[in-house]
């Protein structure tokens, strides 16, 4: 391979090399802050010492959510709720999308079509809560999991790449004797095993992330995901705070400070999952995430 010498060619690589790094900082800054500062003594926090690195080292809040049982409690139902939220969207999405994807499929373009529809119109938060409740689902784990259960954007990316596999494989498939099921489960999915860990990541990601289905459907704390309780942390957190400087409170510096302190080692448990996660799979999600533009 030929590397070219040229300036023009050197002050691109200059300019990319300087764009990458920033965008690392950019990226990395805040995880090390959130780590650092739940890391600190409340003393250094409160006099504006930490950066990006702790001082005067404590895991004071590790062990303060640690004994609490709150946030162990939220960390295991996120992950029943991620393991299996995921899951099923993953069975129900690639099961639509390759029954919509092949061509013998009769009326296959009005299934699009009600698919399509359902991308830009919907009865709406009230409409959504009064069915979850009418259904039995209330304050359970199946009205986090099933409501947001398929995603049409994903749904639409995995159509496109099934379309993508050659239908000569199919054909011989079927020449052997095979079905639709055993071609879907030993050829489709093998062949789309990028999109398969991408959309997988994104739907485990959004699972994870979210509280807001849980604000609205589930009545009782101890079903809370780790997302909801770290809400009720920092709305805790920034109420204390505001009190505090109005000299309207009489709680003590310490008090505040500890939920400070809890709100951030909250955040760095939250985060910490995904980014342990996401070595294992780069390699498929590299070739995966720019499905939605190369296929289809």
């Not at 999109?195 to 009545?219: E, M, Q």
Request: no cysteine; proline share 3%; glycine share 4%.
């Amino acid at each position: 391979m030929i590397r070219d010498q040229s300036l023009s060619s050197k002050l691109l690589d200059v300019v990319v090399h300087a764009v990458v790094i920033i965008v690392l900082i950019v990226t990395i800054y805040p995880v090390l802050y959130v780590l650092s500062a739940s890391l600190s003594s409340p003393e250094a926090y409160n006099l504006g010492k930490v950066t990006i690195f702790p001082v005067d080292v404590t895991m004071k809040a590790y062990r303060l959510i640690w004994e609490a049982k709150t946030v162990p409690r939220s960390f295991l139902n996120s992950v029943v709720y991620t393991t299996l939220g995921t899951a099923i969207s993953m069975l129900l999405t690639t099961s639509l999308a390759y029954a919509i994807s092949r061509k013998k499929l009769a009326l296959r373009r009005y299934y699009m079509w009600f698919v399509l529809i359902t991308m830009y119109f919907n009865g709406g938060m009230i409409t959504n809560f009064l069915l979850v409740k009418n259904l039995g689902l209330y304050n359970t784990l199946w009205a986090i999991v099933l409501p947001t259960a398929v995603s049409t954007y994903y749904l639409i990316i995995m159509r496109s790449y099934f379309q993508a596999v050659p239908e000569e494989l199919n054909e011989s498939a079927y020449l052997d004797g095979a079905n639709d099921l055993i071609i879907f489960i030993r050829i489709t999915l093998p062949l789309s095993m990028a999109a398969l860990v991408t959309i997988g990541l994104f739907y485990a990601v959004n699972y994870w992330n979210a509280w807001f289905s849980s604000l609205l459907y589930l009545k009782d704390t101890d079903k809370y995901p780790l997302q909801m309780v770290l809400r009720q942390i920092i709305i805790r957190s920034e109420l204390l705070m505001q009190s505090i400087k109005a000299g309207e409170a009489s709680a003590s510096e310490m008090a505040s400070t500890d939920v400070t302190s809890i709100k951030y080692a909250t955040l760095f448990v939250s985060i910490g999952p995904m980014m342990i996660l996401y070595p294992f799979i780069q390699k498929y999600f590299v070739k995966g995430v720019m499905i939605g533009s190369l296929k289809g």
